[in-house]
């Protein structure tokens, strides 16, 4: 027993003195190809320098990803669990950050967690020192120039191109090959996109019929390629500059004359107006989801009649699957809106008073306190494992340990999911009021203000409410 004792004693000690480090790499495609850097490289220099000074790590590694920005899904893994380690390793600082922004919000979150950083190839970065923390923000400017520097010498050699007539994109668009860098029209392709325009003409504009034509004569295409291919403006030669409003004259053959391709838009123009002619505020526009696909509801307004005529309808159930007929949502029937509101006023008292009830069964201790102890435990698992991978504790003892800490876990993680409480106050006070009284005193604005007021979303489902979600 004593012996079982002291070493539990010796293993305690050496968690004090065990560092457990996170060794961060990233490469850039361009990098790799261009410099010859490998994650491989760096992957063995970061082993090293981690066996040499007895560090325990774990590795992140983000591959064909550019430094610039912090959305890299490796990176954020390791910055979600920082306060798991001890320090942070990279081979150079570029590999880290070249945003200045950027790197400094990583320190920060590093400095909170008691977490320090450093570059084994780069002794000067430390930013526990003032000198330091100056040298890093040096480099990171640095590095940022040099993006910049790259950017501006990228727009150059893109303008260059252009001038020239020169393809800047690997991407072919439909309707043209790419041929010595330059594009040139499809036979086929044309033929298609021309007669597309004209039978979108025949129809005069029926979206529905030019749907069943576009899947018949375009392979793998869905909505969106139709929508794009009847406003695409390189078909008269106009090449747009991708996210600008900039297009190009002379860069790209003419598949169309402008009569064909204009009498198309003047038709599209004519669908949207008709279709947003007279719309009136809708009381519950944005609460509306559908139950079988969760997607939110769109309202259609019937302008036919006098009197106001509002439904709401799930997107998805008016949209195809790519290349097929079958719509992407079966929920096709709509629910009109004073069917909503009579609803809402004849039960949001009951509903409401049923969400107090279930809210109100909540545990004593908060959940922020509860987050903090899962968070140590997840920590004492990590280090669990790798004292049980270095022979430090045997199998027994790692096993009854890890199945005591993941059974704390998952009971603490189930107590959060039903104790976080939220304010009820406002459905309270609600509950309190004689609201049809109040109710039907209200402007139509002010109606929809009382709804987003107390309501976060309303499921419906084959023109049926199913549930409601109160904020």
């Known amino acids: 027993m004593s ?21 961060y790499i990233r490469v850039s495609t361009d990098e790799q190809v261009k410099f010859g850097f490998s994650i491989q490289a760096q992957k063995d220099a970061l082993e090293k320098y981690c066996k040499e000074h007895g560090y325990k790590c774990e590795f992140f590694i983000d591959e064909g990803i550019s430094a610039s920005s912090m959305k890299r899904p490796a990176l954020q893994k390791m910055l979600s669990k920082i306060s798991v380690f001890d320090m942070v390793l990279f081979t150079k600082l570029d590999r880290l950050s070249r ?16 977490c320090t950083m450093k570059a084994i190839d780069e002794d000067d970065v ?31 050699v893109f303008q260059n191109k252009r001038e020239k007539g020169e393809v800047t994109s690997g991407t072919k668009k439909y309707g043209y090959n790419i041929v010595n860098r330059k594009f040139e029209i499809n036979p086929s392709e044309a ?10 003409i025949n ?22 390629a139709l929508s794009s291919y009847l406003r695409e403006t390189a078909y008269i030669g106009k090449y747009k500059l991708y996210r600008k409003d900039i297009y190009l004259d002379n860069y790209i053959p003419r598949i169309m004359e402008d009569d064909l391709f204009y009498s ?3 038709l599209l123009k004519t669908k949207e107006k008709s279709s947003t002619k007279t719309s009136s505020p809708s009381m519950f526009s944005g609460l509306t989801f559908c139950y079988k696909c969760k997607n939110r509801m769109t309202k259609k307004q019937d302008n036919r009649t006098k009197k106001r005529l509002i439904r709401y309808c799930c997107d ?8 097929s007929l079958e719509y992407k949502c079966e929920n ?9 509101e009579n609803y809402l006023l004849s039960n949001v008292k009951k509903l409401a008073q049923k969400n107090i009830t279930e809210n109100s069964i909540i545990s004593s201790k908060s959940p922020k306190k509860k987050s903090s102890k899962i968070k140590e435990i997840e920590n004492k698992i990590y280090k669990l494992k790798d004292l049980y991978l270095d022979d430090l504790i045997d199998k027994k003892t790692y096993k009854n340990d890890y199945e005591n800490l993941t059974d704390k876990l998952n009971k603490l993680k189930a107590e959060i999911e039903i104790s976080e409480k939220r304010d009820t106050s406002k459905l309270e006070k609600m509950i309190n009021l004689n609201i049809e009284k109040i109710y039907f005193s209200l402007s139509d604005e002010e109606k929809r203000t009382f709804w987003l007021n107390i309501i976060d979303k309303i499921y419906i489902e084959d023109g049926e409410i199913k549930e409601v979600i109160f904020i």
Do not use: P, W
Not at 128 to 151: C, M, P, Y
Not at 203 to 210: A, C, H, Q
């Open 316 to 323: 998805n159930a008016s949209r195809r699957k790519v290349n």
């Open 99 to 114: 945003n200045v922004l950027d790197a400094n919000n990583i320190n920060k979150i590093l400095k909170d967690n008691n």
């Open 3 to 23: 012996n079982i004792l002291e070493e539990h004693k010796i293993v305690e000690e050496l968690k004090k003195y065990i560092k457990y480090v996170a060794c």
């Open 126 to 156: 430390d930013t526990t020192t003032a000198d330091g923390t100056f040298i890093f923000n040096l480099k990171v400017s640095l590095a940022q120039r040099e993006i910049g520097k790259t950017s501006e010498r990228i727009k150059f």
């Open 332 to 340: 096709h029937k709509m629910i009109r809106e004073e069917y909503i």
């Open 191 to 200: 033929e298609n996109i021309v007669n597309l325009y004209k039978y979108f």
């Open 203 to 224: 129809v005069n504009g029926n979206i529905k019929e030019t749907y069943k034509y576009f899947i018949q004569h375009f392979n793998n295409k869905g909505q969106d």
């Open 264 to 266: 198309v838009q003047r």
